[in-house]
């Protein structure tokens, strides 16, 4: 019976030890995949997600007037965005943007860097 009673106790310690070791926050997993999403970081194109960024911007010969535009890749605030279309953003054919890259991101993921962003205090 002691001994029954230790192993169990030995058994419970090392149970919550390991749980204490995985632990981590929604918030800090979020960020994790915020910077690391299987591809390029989004932090490198849209920083902390809260403010319109200039990526690019490059001159384009127009025919029809033989000019030249001025064309800026704009990245927009994806904090303002509802996570319906976060999701639909995300989960979008690559052909649906010149620049955005194809991630592969489960739901779970998806709504993870979703609440992150959410977050950002800075
Ligand atoms: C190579 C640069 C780049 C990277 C990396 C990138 N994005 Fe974007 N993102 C853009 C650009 C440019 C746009 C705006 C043009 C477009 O919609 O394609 C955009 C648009 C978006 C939008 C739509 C915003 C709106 O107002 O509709 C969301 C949401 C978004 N990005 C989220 C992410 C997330 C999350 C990641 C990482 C998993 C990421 N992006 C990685 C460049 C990037």
Redesign the pocket.
Known sequence: MKVIIILSFILSFLYSEEQDNLFITKFEYGAML?KN?RG???N???ANGKKTIQ?AKYQKLNKQNNKLENIN????P?NI?TFQ??KT??TADKR??????T?F?TQDELKS?YFYIKNIKY
């Open positions: 915020y999403p390029i970081g989004c490198k194109c849209h990526l890749i704009m990245v927009p994806i965005v279309q976060f953003k995300l649906d943007s010149l620049i955005m890259p991630y991101l860097i």
